[in-house]
């Protein structure tokens, strides 16, 4: 049966039922797989047949999830790996090489800007950074040598909008790659390929997961790309487990109806904290406040799970916030059933100076909140009595 509609995909793609016609999946826990005879083992290395030879490779478990991925993001193929940085990382020491350039938005996930700024330059591969509410500041940027412009949207932890069309307009004109790292929004509320984007990075440890349970990376894109990171990532081991695999598969034929109830709650969330008096600013893609609202609501479907919102009195302010949180988690993670919230300035952000967190828009009494699943209610509740400070 072929069909567009995302559940469907979700649940009905799998992979070819055993001998035992099972109706779930089955866990693949093997290292190998075996050949019938020499010719076998001869025509499946040498590629003139499309097998599972090592888990290293392919098995599976991996396989079901990356074509469930695929198939949401609309790519042609893809690779799926250990952790949502394992997936940056691959993507870009698969297709740049010494000397290569890098245009990326400021304001990126921490782990991935230590990539670019401690660990890259090692290799002679050098980045740049622009505004992410200035990008006619873009072109300027890009070198003879650039290769690649990377972006999140919306962004970590500001909830900041990019305008993808814009991006995928940009990186055509100029013969580079379009990389989007889609982790917040997920192939359920965005699919950034559909704006011009050559390869789509995610986190699956997030939300496609969703229950804090599992790390996994996947990058979905074209055909040709893809190759090259495989190739890369056969050769250096950074592939998903099977186990993990199998979890974030399941996961994903319960993403769309939980994505729904995140959603919502995140919006009644943002609406009550953008009403409270020890609230500065609030910052969430779907409320009519945020400064890209009708970006936001042209590239996604709904606005996502996570709000930022700056609490009135700066650091020690944001620190005591967090003291008097009761319901909510204090974790640096995001995406899960349970609401969890941060204070970037005095944790995940701690060792930047003061100027370059203003730079990606993270004032002293800024506070992520990723809104889980309880009852709205409660969550709200625990955040008005942590802000009775």
């Known amino acids: 049966m072929s069909t567009e509609n995302f559940e469907t995909i979700a649940i009905r793609t799998q992979s070819e039922r055993s001998q035992f016609l099972e109706h779930s999946t089955p866990l693949y826990l093997t290292s190998s797989f075996v050949f019938e005879d020499a010719e076998d083992m001869r025509a499946s290395f040498s590629e003139e047949k499309q097998r599972n030879i090592y888990s290293r490779f392919t098995n599976p478990n991996t396989s079901e999830f990356v ?26 020491a698969a297709l740049l090489n010494a000397g290569d350039h890098i245009v990326s938005a400021r304001s990126i996930f921490g782990s991935t800007h230590g990539l670019f700024t401690k660990f890259l330059p090692k290799w002679n591969i050098e980045t740049s950074y622009f505004d992410v509410n200035n990008l006619d500041s873009v072109e300027a940027l890009i070198l003879p040598q650039t290769k690649i412009l990377y972006a999140e949207s919306p962004t970590n932890p500001a909830v900041d909008i990019l305008d993808l069309e814009r991006l995928g307009q940009i990186a055509k004109k100029h013969n580079i790659l379009l990389v989007i790292d889609n982790c917040f929004a997920t192939p359920y509320l965005q699919n950034p390929i559909k704006f011009g984007a050559d390869l789509v990075i995610h986190s699956a440890t997030k939300l496609i997961d969703g229950q804090g349970r599992v790390l996994g990376g996947v990058t979905v894109g074209k055909a040709d790309l893809i190759r090259e990171i495989y190739l890369f990532s056969r050769n250096t081991g950074p592939a998903l487990s099977p186990f993990n695999a199998w979890v974030l598969s399941k996961s994903l034929e ?54 930022a919102f700056e609490v009135k009195g700066g650091l020690e302010a944001g620190r005591e916030f967090l003291n008097r949180i009761a319901l909510c988690s204090l974790s640096a993670n995001l995406g899960d059933t349970r609401t969890i919230v941060t ?28 809104v889980g699943l309880e009852n709205v209610a409660d969550i709200i509740a625990d955040l008005n009595q942590a802000l009775e400070y």
């Open 254 to 307: 319960t993403l769309a109806v939980r994505l729904e109830k995140h959603c919502e709650n995140a919006l009644a969330v943002a609406e009550f904290l953008e009403k409270h008096h020890n609230i500065n600013l609030v910052k969430y893609p779907f409320l009519k406040s945020h400064p890209q609202y009708d970006m936001a609501k042209k590239q996604m479907k709904l606005g996502g799970n996570v709000v």
């Open 343 to 370: 204070h970037p300035a005095s944790t995940t952000h701690s060792k930047l100076t003061e100027a370059d967190r203003l730079e990606v828009g993270i004032t002293d009494g800024l506070v992520r909140i990723s």
């Open 67 to 92: 074509e469930k991925i695929c198939k949401m993001e609309g790519a042609e193929a893809g690779y799926a790996f250990a952790t949502g940085m394992s997936a940056v990382f691959s993507t870009f």
